[in-house]
């Protein structure tokens, strides 16, 4: 079964750091790009964060470049987010989704998300 | 940066067709990507490309992309498509990619 599967979510204090898991079954994750997208509670879609199936290319949504940093290990078919300095703004549901060998590619298969809740 | 403007809803009877817009600055010029999310669940693509589909979605999507406006449309609209529906763009100016800002599409 193809399928993307995030975790690492919970609940968090501000200024702390998270790492999120997306782990892939049935594709092979370095013959795709990653993307992180989040959603904050009764909001809508905002993209975080891309990575290009050869990793020599990120981008980061200005809201998140600096804290956030993406990687992969292709060895256990897992991309991840490191987010350091969570705030309150921070607090979403995190998906993953894999793309194809363009930038410009549609975000085809989605993982059901991981909720991260930053809280004092 | 891009912005991408999308209605905030939109109500159709059943059987009949709803047309959802995306409006952006020359967005012709761009890959026009669609997603649909039920309550409670990840986003799944219903369009790629403007207007290419993918195969498990039915014939009566179909999606347009001219001047400023992109457009999904669903035809003999049916219950189950009852969700929320973004537009996205890669701006490539800025290497952002960009949702609209969802548009709630209620079955009456």
């Known amino acids: 079964q193809v399928q993307l599967v995030e975790s690492g979510g919970g609940v968090v204090q501000p200024r702390t750091s998270l790492r999120l898991s997306c782990v892939a079954s049935?594709?092979?994750?370095?013959?795709?790009?990653i993307h992180w997208v989040r959603q904050a509670p009764g909001k809508g879609l905002e993209w975080v964060a891309l990575?290009?199936?050869?990793?020599?290319?990120?981008y980061y949504a200005d809201s998140v470049k600096g804290r956030f940093s993406v990687s992969r290990d292709n060895s256990k078919n897992t991309a991840y987010v490191q987010m350091n300095g969570l705030t309150t703004e921070d607090t979403a549901v995190y998906y993953c989704?894999?793309?194809?060998?363009?930038?410009?590619?549609?975000?085809?298969?989605w993982g059901p998300g991981t909720m991260v809740t930053v809280s004092s | 940066s891009y912005v991408l403007t999308q209605p905030p809803s939109v109500s159709v009877a059943p059987g009949r067709t709803a047309r959802i817009t995306c409006v952006g600055n020359?967005?012709?010029?761009?890959?026009v990507h669609w997603y649909q999310q039920k309550p409670g669940q990840a986003p799944l693509l219903v369009m790629y490309?403007?207007?290419d589909r993918p195969s498990e979605i039915p014939e009566r999507f179909s999606g347009s992309n001219s001047g400023d406006t992109a457009t999904l449309t669903i035809s003999r609209v049916e219950a189950g498509d009852e969700a929320d529906y973004y537009c996205?763009?890669?701006?490539?100016?800025?290497?952002?990619?960009?949702f609209g800002s969802g548009t709630k599409v209620t079955v009456l």
């Open positions: 490309y403007d207007s």
């Open positions: 020359n967005i012709e010029d761009k890959g």
């Open positions: 996205q763009v890669w701006d490539g100016d800025s290497g952002h990619h960009v």
């Open positions: 989704a894999s793309t194809g060998l363009r930038e410009d590619d549609s975000l085809d298969l």
């Open positions: 990575m290009s199936p050869d990793e020599s290319k990120t």
């Open positions: 049935g594709i092979t994750l370095s013959n795709h790009g």
